[in-house]
């Protein structure tokens, strides 16, 4: 029976020895007289002449595999075998900088996350206070915060832009444009002032217009963090030979502001809504293939 056994395996071996190998990387086999000088290796499950591969085609294989994610591990592209990769041993100084190293590596996205989110927060509050010396007028700007609890600055300090972009968010203008769209017919006193609401759409399979414009985000920031500074100006504009505070100043400021570019951006969603409503394609002038021809 070990007689068997033993003339199986020499001639699996032989079977084996005897096959002719070719490399799945670059395609060569034994043959091939530059190839005789390689080193062959099987390092995965697959069986017949492509379970061979060049040891230096393979571990450049693996060196592209491990450009792409050095925490992946190389698998035969076929079978999937995970291959089994030997390194030779390194003193006890390289491994304890290779540890370290792979440790930074580690912490290094949380302690870029801490410092990113500690440079936003400290940004904001900056903000936040400037912001209301700007508003209130520094003196009693100051004087305020001089009053109110450390703790709770450091809350409501950094909750200033970001309610600012919260509200910039908020589209009221396409709400208030549609409510006028639905009631205008009702309001006499609408149709005199907008008679472009009664204009009647030429394409009528265009009335289903979708006039909700997308948000940029960049703008939305701009506009949200620049609007105390503009509600200040304009304040100062109008309001500056008046008895009011600098608060009450800045607070009409931004209500005229809102409400002058409210209604500027109503008047141009409606008519760029009716410009969409007449659009239509029309024939292609043939005249022009006619010359050409």
Same mark, same amino acid.
């Given at each position: 029976? *070990?007689?068997?056994?033993?003339?199986?395996?020499?001639?699996?071996?032989?079977?084996?020895?005897?096959?002719?190998?070719?490399?799945?990387?670059?395609?060569?086999?034994?043959?091939? *007289? $530059?190839?005789?000088?390689?080193?062959?290796?099987?390092?995965?499950?697959?069986?017949?002449?492509?379970?061979?591969?060049?040891?230096?085609?393979?571990?450049?294989?693996?060196?592209?595999?491990?450009? *792409?994610? !050095?925490?992946?591990?190389?698998?035969?592209?076929?079978?999937?075998?995970?291959?089994?990769?030997?390194?030779?041993?390194?003193?006890?100084?390289?491994?304890?900088?290779?540890?370290?190293?792979?440790?930074?590596?580690?912490?290094? @996205?949380?302690?870029?996350?801490?410092?990113?989110?500690?440079?936003?927060?400290?940004?904001?509050?900056?903000?936040?206070?400037?912001?209301?010396?700007?508003?209130?007028?520094?003196?009693?700007?100051?004087?305020?915060?001089?009053?109110?609890?450390?703790?709770?600055?450091?809350?409501?300090? @950094?909750?200033?832009?970001?309610?600012?972009?919260?509200?910039? #968010?908020?589209?009221? *203008?396409?709400?208030? !444009?549609?409510?006028?769209?639905?009631? #205008?017919?009702?309001? @006499?006193?609408?149709? #005199?002032?907008?008679?472009?609401?009664?204009?009647? @759409?030429?394409?009528?399979?265009?009335?289903?217009?979708?006039?909700?414009?997308?948000?940029?985000?960049?703008?939305?920031?701009?506009?949200? !963090?620049?609007?105390?500074?503009?509600?200040?100006?304009?304040?100062?504009?109008?309001?500056?030979?008046?008895?009011?505070?600098?608060?009450?100043?800045?607070?009409?400021?931004?209500?005229?502001?809102?409400?002058?570019?409210?209604?500027?951006?109503? $008047?141009?969603?409606?008519?760029?809504?009716?410009?969409?409503? #007449?659009?239509?394609?029309?024939?292609?002038?043939?005249?022009?293939?006619?010359?050409?021809?």
């Amino acid at each position: 029976m *070990e007689n068997d056994n033993i003339g199986q395996d020499s001639s699996s071996c032989s079977q084996e020895s005897s096959e002719l190998k070719h490399c799945w990387v670059c395609f060569g086999t034994d043959e091939d *007289e $530059y190839e005789n000088n390689s080193d062959w290796v099987s390092p995965c499950k697959c069986r017949g002449s492509t379970r061979w591969v060049h040891q230096s085609c393979v571990q450049r294989w693996v060196n592209e595999k491990l450009k *792409e994610n !050095l925490s992946i591990k190389a698998h035969c592209p076929q079978c999937h075998t995970q291959y089994i990769i030997v390194y030779d041993e390194v003193n006890f100084l390289v491994r304890m900088l290779n540890k370290l190293d792979q440790t930074a590596n580690q912490l290094c @996205p949380f302690l870029t996350a801490g410092v990113v989110v500690s440079t936003l927060y400290w940004s904001a509050a900056s903000y936040g206070a400037i912001t209301m010396m700007q508003v209130m007028g520094e003196r009693e700007a100051i004087t305020m915060m001089e009053n109110t609890d450390s703790y709770m600055l450091l809350l409501v300090l @950094p909750s200033i832009p970001l309610s600012l972009i919260l509200c910039k #968010t908020i589209n009221w *203008e396409e709400t208030l !444009l549609l409510f006028v769209q639905r009631y #205008t017919s009702h309001i @006499p006193l609408l149709r #005199t002032i907008m008679p472009s609401f009664l204009s009647e @759409p030429i394409n009528s399979s265009a009335n289903t217009v979708q006039f909700n414009s997308v948000i940029n985000p960049t703008t939305t920031l701009c506009a949200a !963090l620049l609007l105390p500074t503009t509600a200040t100006v304009v304040g100062n504009i109008l309001f500056n030979n008046s008895s009011y505070s600098y608060l009450q100043k800045t607070i009409l400021g931004g209500l005229v502001y809102i409400t002058v570019k409210g209604v500027v951006r109503i $008047y141009q969603k409606q008519h760029n809504i009716i410009k969409e409503k #007449t659009r239509k394609v029309i024939d292609y002038p043939e005249i022009d293939s006619e010359e050409n021809n």
